[in-house]
């Protein structure tokens, strides 16, 4: 019996990913856990591995399509014994076929004919009263008029969207609404009924965004080229759209000094264990910035744990541990790889776990598991000189931190301007989860930790 194959969920938001290369053809034989293609899912490139022993007999889906729904049949494997002829057959014609809308029948006509003398006169249509249309006005366009004419032609009862502008661009000028008086034209339509007390308010039209070919109208043909949106950038449009319209954030921004923290970092880097590699002797690790801001982060959280949380409608979570995601840039868009427990790591182990984690993830070589899930995210905009800025939340986080540069400025010590490395850190909450005060003290306990930093040590 033939073994069909279908588009793997891998991951529990997948929907559809593009099949990027078959490691197979038809004909070649596979085993389980045979790698036979590679798929790209919104954040990774991915190898499929074969689940059952066979002979490709049919490679349903080709190389480079994309958008390919999850359980769709990609390929057909025939089984020992069977004729892979046959079992390609069975994949001939598989596409599904796009489903017709059923098409609305039109109301039977009632086949009963009632006694004329028990028929009811029917009541007259009521006639459509005309409107006046004068360059759109009446279709709801805006009405471009001057004050001076809105004025007068609301004391002479006059319907200023009847009337043909003569000014600049159609506008409605002082000495059109003196000539449809003059004429006796164009007056305005009866006022309507005030609705009676009580009753609701009409809704206002929720505003629709742009179509694509309105959006495409404002710019001069020729003047652009269209890059269509890959599968990660998709996601992070529909997520980034989801946080801001569904998590109530609120921002929280404090300043940090970093001195002692620097002198910290050159010391710990500086007594780091040397190992010989292929490219001569290299330090064991290298403590960064970030490296330090992540455990720092991940032993605020630690200290204040009711802000360790995240929101869901029936409970609240109480995270037992601090995961750490770190926002990294890669072609296309960005991903948030994850530093499970950092509240239990060294800074060095921290360090190194980033690097690695940081290069697969520009290579698109993460496990979901790798980038899925974490209590809360870092957000570190220092390197390009960004002073401070807001950052949105990653659901299902409850919180996420924003970190500027640091930067020497002046600061007000016992009376005396001194000059400091200060930091800014804008903290974004979830205000569902974290209330304003559970903020400003997980914010303070961050402050704490990067200002004594020795305390991370221990």
């Not at 001076?148 to 009337?163: F, H, K, P, Q, T």
């Not at 000539?179 to 009753?199: E, F, L, M, Q, W």
């Not at 206002?204 to 080229?225: C, I, N, T």
Request: with cysteine.
């Amino acid at each position: 019996m033939p073994i069909n194959i279908t588009m793997p969920a891998l991951s529990p938001t997948m929907e559809e990913g593009n099949l990027s290369k078959w490691l197979v053809k038809e004909g070649d034989k596979v085993s389980p856990g045979d790698v036979i293609a590679e798929i790209e899912t919104d954040k990774a490139t991915m190898e499929v591995e074969a689940v059952d022993e066979g002979t490709v007999a049919k490679l349903v889906v080709p190389a480079g399509t994309e958008g390919v729904k999850v359980n769709a049949l990609i390929a057909v494997l025939a089984a020992e014994g069977e004729d892979a002829a046959s079992a390609a057959k069975s994949g001939d014609g598989a596409a599904p076929a796009k489903a017709e809308a059923p098409k609305a029948e039109a109301p039977k006509a009632e086949t009963s004919k009632p006694e004329a003398s028990k028929q009811e006169p029917a009541a007259p249509a009521p006639k459509a009263e005309a409107v006046p249309v004068a360059n759109g006005h009446a279709s709801g366009e805006r009405i471009f008029a001057s004050p001076l004419a809105r004025r007068i032609a609301r004391e002479a009862g006059v319907d200023v969207a009847a009337l043909t502008g003569s000014g600049p661009r159609g506008r409605v000028v002082k000495a059109d609404v003196d000539a449809a008086i003059s004429s006796g034209g164009a007056k305005a339509a009866p006022a309507a009924k005030a609705a009676p007390a009580g009753a609701p308010a009409p809704a206002a039209a929720a505003p629709k965004a742009m179509s694509d070919e309105q959006v495409l109208k404002l710019f001069a043909e020729g003047s652009y080229e269209l890059i269509p949106h890959d599968n990660m950038r998709k996601t992070i449009a529909r997520r980034l759209v989801e946080a801001k319209t569904t998590i109530p954030h609120f921002y929280l921004t404090l300043d940090c000094e970093l001195d002692a923290l620097l002198a910290l970092r050159t010391q710990i880097n500086a007594a780091a264990p040397v190992k010989k590699t292929e490219k001569g002797e290299t330090p064991a690790y290298k403590l960064s910035v970030n490296d330090m801001v992540i455990k720092a982060l991940a032993m605020a959280l630690m200290a204040v744990p009711d802000a360790n949380a995240s929101w869901t409608e029936n409970a609240m979570i109480k995270h037992k541990h601090a995961d750490v995601g770190v926002a990294v840039s890669i072609p296309g868009g960005l991903i948030t790889p994850i530093i499970r427990r950092a509240d239990e790591k060294t800074m060095s182990v921290i360090s190194n776990e980033m690097k690695d984690l940081a290069g697969r993830a520009r290579s698109r070589k993460l496990k979901p598991e790798e980038y899925q899930g974490g209590t809360t995210a870092v957000s570190n905009l220092g390197m390009f000189g960004i002073k401070d800025f807001s950052a949105v939340i990653n659901p299902p986080h409850a919180t996420i931190l924003a970190v500027g540069a640091g930067e020497q400025r002046a600061v007000v010590k016992n009376g005396e301007i001194k000059i400091a490395t200060i930091m800014s850190v804008t903290l974004s909450t979830d205000h569902r989860a974290v209330d304003g005060a559970l903020g400003a003290e997980l914010l303070v306990a961050f402050k704490r930790m990067i200002e004594n930093p020795m305390g991370m040590l221990v």
